[in-house]
């Protein structure tokens, strides 16, 4: 297996701004944004300040990158498709695709695009990283969960992006049934993620606040629920070591949908509260709170974006 040496990172939000500058750091010259347009012509400008220190990564365009051994993306989810439509011309044979995407069907999309041998799965939890315009502030960079579905054994292919990382400096771990620990992410996005940007308030009140946390966990049940009925088993035990994981959160980050509604910026509100409703409607689960909470989001939303201009 090719040893990962060259690294393409497609997003350069809080989350692709602050890994790329971990991997910038330990090894400059092996990482690179990948943008077009406006976002290419800030990133190439200004390129991203990390907990103030700014980090010029090379940047490129379709037209103008080479291959890549690892494509990690890091976009919202309503950016996926045009992300598909720009890395095709950045990959080898050997070229992988690391999504660290929020929810739990991007590896599907990819793989329809560029087949299943390519995509890895994985996710980031514990990062606190909050973003305004080019400035990133992260206290913590959480820990990167990526493999295939099932690891055991890990693949070389696995392998080579787990001594990338470790080279790097970025922790990671690589579960045995990644699918579950995917949904276990998803059910903490559906509630920290949405609570947090209904009521406009930071991780110290889901780590101080009864009835803030009461609002998350509502959310997360329902995941679990939906979970069940599909043979994915999470517990409620899952919901007890996010608390863990949340309690040496900075009481003052900010999750990604939170900074959305802030910055009036599109939430990944479908992909959430929306997939719950829907998987809810096909395995007969009542999602009550997630419906509340999508009226909610998309509420907002629309003060903001649909009817801005009328």
């Given at each position: 297996m090719k040893p990962?040496?060259?690294?393409?990172?497609?997003?350069?939000?809080?989350?692709?701004a602050a890994y790329g500058s971990v991997i910038h750091r330990a090894h400059p010259g092996s990482a690179a944004f990948l943008a077009e347009g406006q976002r290419y012509e800030r990133l190439e400008r200004d390129g991203v300040v990390v907990n103030g220190e700014q980090f010029r990564l090379p940047t490129y365009t379709v037209r103008s990158a080479g291959v890549a051994d690892l494509i990690l993306l890091t976009v919202k989810y309503h950016h996926l498709q045009e992300a598909v439509e720009q890395i095709g011309a950045c990959m080898a044979e050997h070229t992988l695709i690391l999504s660290l995407l929020n929810g739990i069907d991007s590896e599907e999309i990819l793989a329809e695009h560029f087949g299943a041998r390519r995509v890895i799965h994985g996710l980031s939890l514990g990062i606190d990283a909050v973003r305004t315009g080019n400035r990133v502030s992260c206290s913590s960079y959480g820990v990167i969960y990526f493999g295939r579905p099932h690891n055991d054994p890990v693949a070389p292919e696995v392998n080579a992006i787990q001594e990338f990382f470790s080279a790097c400096g970025i922790k990671w771990e690589t579960p045995v049934d990644m699918l579950r620990t995917q949904w276990w992410k998803f059910m903490i996005n559906v509630g920290i993620n949405q609570a947090s940007a209904i009521l406009d308030l930071p991780y110290?009140?889901?780590?101080?606040?009864?009835?803030?946390?009461?609002?998350?966990?509502?959310?997360?049940?329902?995941?679990?629920?939906?979970?069940?009925?599909?043979?994915?088993?999470?517990?409620?035990?899952?919901?007890?070591?996010?608390?863990?994981?949340l309690e040496r959160l900075s009481p003052d980050g900010k999750t990604s949908m939170h900074q959305d509604v802030q910055q009036r910026r599109k939430t990944e509100v479908e992909m959430l509260?929306?997939?719950?409703?829907?998987?809810?409607?096909?395995?007969?689960?009542?999602?009550?709170?997630?419906?509340?909470?999508?009226?909610?989001?998309?509420?907002?939303?629309?003060?903001?974006?649909?009817?801005?201009g009328r």
């Open positions: 990962v040496q060259t690294v393409y990172i497609v997003g350069a939000g809080a989350l692709g110290r009140a889901f780590q101080t606040n009864p009835h803030a946390r009461a609002m998350m966990d509502a959310a997360m049940r329902e995941v679990i629920a939906v979970a069940h009925a599909r043979q994915i088993e999470l517990r409620e035990d899952d919901i007890a070591r996010w608390h863990e994981i509260a929306g997939t719950v409703i829907e998987l809810g409607k096909q395995s007969g689960v009542p999602t009550p709170v997630n419906r509340v909470l999508f009226d909610l989001l998309r509420a907002r939303e629309y003060d903001y974006l649909d009817h801005v």
